[in-house]
């Protein structure tokens, strides 16, 4: 729309105002007149004609509308009329191959079919249904209960037989034949390919197919869904199972479930520097080790299965007894089932250059353990046991020194202990956060989780700690999943059996074959009951 | 030989303890409702300085020359007012020890924790400290001799008296605490896990009652 300049009178509409302007321009479309198109050439005759096709054998002529100047060759629709041309075989032929076939079938018959073949352009289903009744049907020589797969698996095997025979009669040198023709034969053979017995079953459950009832149609959709979400969440499925799986054996390597045997170490009053303290007693076998790995391994993260083994295999140096700094005298209590072994480093200690001093507890790298894998409490006086996973660490004055795994993997610079604790997930950190305070572990007044008393002791047992109750939150969230599936399914259970009637459902419940249980095989016991109850649906319809 | 050369290997702890104090005023002047002081100490009392070369302590903007800081001990900020915030406290290591400087966070915290049923009583000051250890990992020749000095007297007390609530007492009760949480995580575990198992064969089961029955109805 052309734009109006905006002088408003006032007092004065629109359409008055874009009047009164005369510069304007009104749109209007007028009536255009057609004439009548003009071609430039005369009209041309048209004639009423008779015409023959091609395509009939009888000689009828039909009449149309034709072009008078126009030559006629042939009616244009006979170019659609194919036709089949089935076998034609000599008598040669017949005896050689074709006889021998199938003793069932007599010459007269077998002319006798192909003759309808011909007749009917091999539309076996006309053939057959006129089998018995056409004019041609010989009086004797046939039998008498040909079905259409009857007649086609004849008719087939002599297709086969004759393409067979002809090709080997090829008089032309194989040499000279290209390689196309050799292969011809197959693929001719391969047309001919008739299964007698796989048409009959094809055809058996296309009309299964076909006469299935509302409720089989149903259920068939039911199931199929079924399997489609069962697919779709598989990977899924799969997944969380074997990440709880693997949490589960992760929790299990983290609660120590074998101990080690632990070795005494005590916390020395005096500790040569020089010797560079941090290095104490060996450490156990690989199997501490391996689970100090694993839950020093990233945030509880449970797919370490496989890092477990790696920091096994790294850290796998055992029991070689090798003591360094740090004197250890054994004080002499165990936990139960400990056994004792005492360094003897105190001779080590002795033999250092420098002169020993009383540093109290400024060096505190490691000492004994608790089970299997902590640090002592500082000053520890009751218990000990096994040292924590340790790592070998070359250095140049003292040789091999043992430090703990906790600390080799720190670089070079100041930290705080509380910040070496590992990190949680954010999505679990509230949840472990409380589980904590529950147990009033927690440090009041943090973002994350720490203990209240952050030394070594402490932080192992919390890092411990804090990696099996992550794998505990998830059993339970899986807990809690499986239960509420329990209640909907005993729900939709008692449904059912007031649907059907108390005595019924228990009859049909009793007449079941007993679930066997296994953990793992839940899925499993879900495809049975379907495939069987898919098996019974299939029987009642045959 | 002193050199700056890293001793692999060496990790040294020094514990040290901080937070703030705070007690409520009981006159009110201005609308400051609470005296506190922010510190940073040694467990024990003890002298921290000879491996501390300057203490940071960063207050809320509001306050004036928010960046307190201290070359030498008692390692203290005190201040009054009415909020809560983060303070950050810097820790600079000897300039011999070429360490960065380490930064602590926490919240200062004036008002007493809710504990329903029971009232705070008047004047009673409200502590929030914090127990943590610097790990000092590879330090140098030079900063290793530092660290190494007599501190003076165990770094950490035995028994908790008066302010120092960090003991080698309390340590080992930790310890046994989180333990004893440790067999009770794992008997959770158990229990949580043959409520999976039984609800997992529950659910075989009723999935083929519910099977069969829809086949029959």
């Known amino acids: 729309m052309a734009q109006k300049p905006r002088q408003k009178a006032p007092g004065m509409s629109r359409e008055l105002t874009s009047l009164y302007l005369e510069n304007q321009s009104i749109p209007v479309v007028l009536e255009q007149f057609q004439a009548k198109p003009k071609f430039g050439t005369k009209a041309e005759r048209w004639v009423w004609r008779a015409f023959k096709s091609s395509a009939r054998d009888d000689g009828l002529a039909l009449h149309h509308w034709a072009k008078a100047n126009e030559e006629y060759t042939d009616y244009y629709y006979a170019r659609f009329n194919a036709k089949t041309n089935p076998y034609q075989y000599t008598d040669e032929e017949y005896e050689k191959c074709i006889e021998p076939l199938d003793k069932g079938w007599s010459r007269t018959e077998t002319d006798y079919l192909l003759h309808m073949c011909r007749q009917f352009d091999l539309r076996f289903i006309i053939i057959h249904d006129r089998y018995y009744s056409h004019t041609d049907c010989p009086n004797s020589g046939i039998e008498s209960n040909r079905t259409l797969e009857d007649l086609k698996d004849r008719y087939y095997a002599i297709g086969r037989a004759l393409t067979q025979y002809r090709a080997g009669e090829d008089s032309r040198d194989p040499e000279d034949v290209p390689l196309q023709t050799t292969n011809k034969l197959a693929d001719d053979l391969a047309l001919l390919r008739f299964d007698k017995d796989k048409e009959l079953e094809r055809k058996k459950y296309l009309e299964a197919l076909f006469r299935r009832t509302k409720e089989e149609i149903e259920e068939e959709e039911l199931l199929t869904a079924e399997a489609r979400r069962i697919e779709a969440n598989e990977r899924r499925l799969v997944h969380e199972r074997e990440v709880l799986l693997q949490s589960h054996a992760m929790f299990e390597e983290a609660t120590g479930s074998a101990v080690g045997p632990p070795i005494k170490v005590q916390y020395a009053q005096t500790v040569d520097p020089s010797l560079a303290s941090p290095a104490t007693t060996p450490t156990a076998e690989a199997t501490p080790k391996g689970r100090k790995g694993a839950a020093a391994d990233g945030p509880g993260d449970p797919a370490s299965a496989r890092t477990i083994k790696r920091q096994k295999s790294t850290h796998g140096t055992p029991a070689p007894l090798r003591v360094r700094a740090g004197s250890v005298a054994s004080r002499a209590q165990g936990s139960p089932g400990v056994k004792v072994r005492s360094p003897s480093v105190s001779d080590m200690v002795r033999k250092s250059a420098s002169p020993s001093r009383s540093i109290a507890p400024s060096i505190k790298s490691e000492q004994g353990n608790l089970s299997p894998v902590f640090g002592d409490p500082t000053f520890g006086t009751e218990i000990h046991t096994v040292k924590p996973a340790v790592v070998e660490v070359e250095t140049a004055e003292v040789g091999t020194i043992v430090v703990p795994q906790r600390d080799a993997r720190l670089g070079p610079g100041v930290f705080l202990r509380s910040d070496k604790l590992h990190p949680i997930p954010k999505n679990k950190l509230d949840a472990v956060k409380q589980f904590m305070s529950q147990l009033a572990l927690n440090s009041p007044n943090t973002i994350w989780p720490r203990p209240v008393m952050a030394t070594p002791a402490v932080c192992d047992r919390f890092d411990s700690l804090q990696s099996i109750i992550i794998p505990l939150l998830d059993f339970k969230k899986t807990a809690d999943k499986l239960e509420t599936e329990v209640q909907v399914l005993r729900a939709r259970k008692r449904m059912l059996v007031n649907d059907i009637g108390e005595d019924k459902a228990e009859e049909i419940l009793n007449r079941l074959p007993p679930v066997s249980t296994s953990t793992a095989g839940a899925r499993h016991q879900r495809k049975g009951s379907s495939a069987s109850s898919r098996r019974k649906s299939r029987d009642s319809i045959s | ?217």
């Open chain 2, 1 to 217: 030989m002193k050199s700056g050369k890293r001793m692999k290997g060496v990790v040294i702890s020094k514990p040290i303890m901080y937070g703030n104090i705070a007690t409520e005023l009981l006159s009110r002047k201005t609308d400051h409702t609470h005296k506190w002081t922010v510190f940073l100490r040694g467990p024990n009392g003890q002298d921290i300085s000879y491996f501390i070369h300057k203490v940071e302590f960063k207050l809320h903007e509001t306050f004036v020359n928010n960046n307190r800081a201290f070359k030498g001990p008692p390692y203290e900020v005190t201040e009054t007012g009415w909020g809560e915030f983060e303070i950050i406290t810097k820790i600079y290591f000897p300039p011999a020890s070429g360490e960065k400087p380490i930064s602590l966070y926490h919240m200062l915290k004036l008002y007493p924790p809710d504990a329903p049923g029971q009232s705070w009583p008047k004047g009673k000051p409200v502590n929030n400290f914090f127990y943590d250890e610097l790990i000092f990992s590879e330090p140098t020749e030079e900063f290793f001799e530092m660290l190494t000095k007599d501190a003076g007297g165990p770094e950490i007390p035995l028994k908790a008296s008066g302010n120092q609530v960090f003991s080698l007492e309390a340590e080992v009760a930790e310890c046994k605490r989180l333990e004893t949480a440790a067999v009770q995580v794992t008997g959770k575990h158990d229990e949580y896990k043959d409520r999976v198992r039984t609800a997992e064969a529950e659910l075989a089961i009723l999935r083929r009652d519910i099977a069969a029955l829809e086949s029959a109805s």
